[in-house]
């Protein structure tokens, strides 16, 4: 029977035959145009009503005869070096045949949301348009999975488009940026075909793509775990949750001097803001008027109107995380969730003739803050526009600092193991080449639990998918925040810290990229180097392209006087990549770093500062947005690191 695009179900669970007659279903990753790894064994399986089923692959013309054992079978196919196109053949009474099939290098690319950053989409990567009309690489082909989590291992993918696609201008848009320059690249020195698995959900924390039996070893996560598949015990966290939360909104109310009887002073039409500052709105406000900053913050923003109105007003906007609107002193909405768009309407009867003023009382417990969207915020009232984006009005309502912390209950697709169960399970059996990955935004403030909880990961998918030395490479985090002054406490860097320490894993490797992120930005465009720097680790990792890789890496140090001497990996022509080294830092036992001097004497670097004349430590790098310069005779950047094991801010968060 002839094999038709697009032959998916919707949920994208298996490929069927749609004749009456049909009895062989395939997972929904088995499709035309898919990539296998090339010189290997290849589990290849479905379903059948039937009692056995032929497989026949064009490559070596050879038939594999499997029997049907309670409805399901599975052939095991022995791959050549890297071709095609191929086709393979299956009969069990009716024929299906998969066509344009290459044998290659397939990648399993997953972590957040800068893995999934799509080339365009809201992505939109440095010249995304370009980049779009130039993706016309047939021998790549890209498989996106769906976002879907499952409180226990699935046995299907759910996929996009209907299965594997052909790498194209029509077909990239909305696929993986980092994913797609990184096969771009390897393509380009070695044209071997390569296959592209993207699974990956922006937001996520590491736990999330870890299975349960694995994480159960850390201790961690046990409640949360048992909670999945427990009614029991999900209704007993679920009660401790609320108990937990009541008390800490309790906390915040009681530091929060906005209010009076219940009622939302600072709200009022005629409440005196002229001692608050300036905000720039849109805009995450720990890039500009409070960095480091997580807590309540008030905002207003005061207009003048002619005339009143006639007609209902309605306002859309983003705020990171929760928010309570007001409008002239009136409660107009209230939302949870820094990804939810806020579309309150304003009452006719609520407008004034003059003055009018839209409150908004914004929560953040981590990371931006603030009003963040969209570009150009406005009240619409029939045909009439009232924009409001520009400077607010804003004052502190409480620091999160003065709390205790905030209680957290895992939600849908950031519940462990959920994601580990929907989006990896189902491709155990799917042979690789590797995997790319980037991830750990969301686990920074977790940084010390990290330390663990990633190389487990690592350990957990070698495991599962029977590949024991699975090459594993990985993307420290970018530079992020306002640039500080002075050294200071970064638990960006304490995650940073983590990846680096991973790389004791044997067959891993780690693209450093703090020299390329964006202050304003926790997606960064440039993701062309992002891709590049995986596949030069993979070039010569694999595919025997040798050259350099890898900026330094620390290795040890000695104290040596009033200074301090720190010997590193891959030292050969290191070097400052322009001017004199910056970005390192050093204390004494009292554990207060300051600036230092440093410079590279016969491929180390000494360190010392007037500052400390016994010197204890060094670190590098360590901070939300470092702008070291260290290198190499590769030009890319060193990983930040540290010399002393001193307590940091994430120590003992779990």
Known sequence: MKLFKNLLLAAGLTLAIPQAEAKVTLPSFFTDNMVLQQKTQVPFFGKSTAKEVKVTTSWDKKTYTVKVVNGKWEAVLQTPAYGGP????????????????????????????????????????NNYQQEIKDAKYPEIRLLQAEHVNAEKPQENLVVQHGGWQVCSPETVADFSSTAYFFARKVWQEKHIPIGLIHSSWGGTPAEAWTSGKELRTLGDF???????????????????????????????????????????????VDYNDAAWGNMPVPSFYENNVLPDFDGLVWYRKSFDLPEGATQDGVIEFYVDDDEITFFNGVKIGETR????????????SLFRKGKNVLTVRSFDGAAGGGIYAPDNIAIKIGSKTIPLNGMWKYQIGVNSKNLPPMPVLPQNQNRPTVLYNAMIYPLLKYRLAGVIWYQGETNAERAQQYKKLFPLI?????????????????????NWKQIKPQPAESDWAELREAQFKTLSVPNTSMAVITDIGAADDIHPKNKQDVGNRLALIALNNLYGVKQKYTGPLYKNFTVNGNAIELTFLHNQGIKAKQGELKGFAIAGADKVFHWATAKVVNGKVIVSS???????????NWADNPQGNLTNDSDLPASSFRTDTWPGLTDGKK
Request: charged share 25%; hydrophobic share 40%; aromatic share 12%.
């Open 86 to 125: 191929y086709t393979i053949t299956l009969a069990d009474g009716d024929t299906l045949k998969l066509k344009n099939i290459l044998i290659g290098e397939v990648w399993l690319c997953s972590g957040q949301s800068n893995m999934e950053m799509p080339i365009e989409g809201w992505g939109k990567v």
């Open 337 to 348: 969730g820094y990804n939810t768009v806020r579309k309150y309407t304003i009452p006719a």
């Open 222 to 268: 046990n409640n949360a775990i048992d909670a999945l598949n427990e009614p029991e015990a999900r209704a007993a966290q679920e009660e401790k949750y609320k108990s937990d939360m009541a008390v800490w909104n309790n906390k915040l109310a009681e530091k929060d001097g906005s209010f009076s009887n219940g009622k939302a002073m600072w709200a009022e």
């Open 610 to 620: 007037p500052n400390v004349t016994k010197p204890e430590a060094v670190r590098y």
């Open 458 to 478: 690592i350990s957990n998918w070698r495991k599962d998918f029977n590949i024991p030395n699975l090459p594993f490479y990985f993307v420290q985090l970018a």
